[in-house]
Structures are given as C-alpha cells and as structure tokens.
C-alpha cells in the first residue's frame, strides 16, 4: 500500500514539477466498455462502464509526442463504489505516419496507479498501453490494454474500448 501510494505521488510530482512551464490547452473525456481479463476482476462483472477525463500539457515531456494525465472510472454503476477501479496515468501519446490534424492514427503508453475499491480501497502500480483513431478534429476511438499489481484481492487488469471528444 505504502509503494502505491508513493508511486502515486511521485506522479503528482512530476506533474507539479512542469505546472510552472505548461499550461492546460486540451481536455478530452471518454466513454466506453471495459472488459476483465483475470478472473478475480471477471468474477465481478464480465464487463464495466469506463469513463475517462484526459488533460493534455502544452509541451511534451518526450519528444516527438504528446504528453497528458488521465485518470478514469470503471465500475458497474456509479451509485456504488464495491468492484470500482479508478487509474491515475501520466501517459505519452505518439502519432503514427504524416496524416492531417483530425485524421490522425496514435499509439499511446502510461505509468501511474489504480485505485481499486473492493472490499476496501487499495492503491496499485498500473500501467496502460493502447492505439486510437482521430474521426475529426474533436471525435476519437481508443482501445486500451491496462495492466496493474493485485489490490483489494483483485488484479484490475482489462481491454477497454472507449469513443471521445476532445476540447
């Protein structure tokens, strides 16, 4: 517990490092469909709601891409907490080919921690990895892959279809 929530604040740090140097010039939320893939989270649900809020930086911590922080919500319904998983990332999206602003193909990975509430709330290394479409300038598609470490007996991990729109 004590090495996620570390894990957690260091995140928090690094992104309280550059806030003098960036400003927020991009939202997005996201919605979709989150599928288990172990079974102690399967056991739970065969699917979840996920949704997304993502903050884009203005400059990039990497070069050659895009920097930005997500954390989602991904539960059965969101008038109950018992089985919800809530992932913090600092995240790195890279854009695949030449193609135009609104057209565009990415691929994306993030490290960060899930908090997952299960019979208690306990914090985990997670890590996210995925491709996404641009439809148009605002409307994108996401498939994710998130893995973390095992909290509250269950190990969170999941692929997620998500459809967005970006501010």
Not at 137 to 155: C, P, R, W
């Amino acid at each position: 517990m004590k090495k996620s929530i570390l894990v957690a604040l260091a995140v928090v740090g690094a992104v309280s490092a550059h806030a003098e140097n960036t400003y927020p010039y991009n939202f997005s939320v996201r919605v979709g469909v989150v599928f288990p893939i172990e079974s102690s989270y399967s056991n739970i649900s065969d699917s979840f709601a996920g949704v997304g809020l993502e903050y884009a930086f203005e400059k990039s911590f990497v070069a050659g891409g895009e920097s930005y922080l997500s954390l989602d919500y991904q539960g059965k319904d969101f008038g109950r907490s018992n089985g919800t998983v809530m992932p913090l990332c600092l995240n790195q999206k890279w854009y695949m080919g030449t193609q135009e602003y609104g057209t565009r193909t990415y691929y994306f990975v993030g490290v960060g921690a899930a908090f997952v509430d299960y019979n208690g709330t306990e914090a985990a290394v997670a890590a996210r990895l995925g491709v996404g479409k641009e439809f148009n300038q605002n409307f994108f598609g996401e498939v994710t892959l998130m893995l973390a470490d095992k909290a509250s007996n269950i190990q969170p991990n999941s692929v997620s279809a998500y459809v967005g729109w970006r501010f």
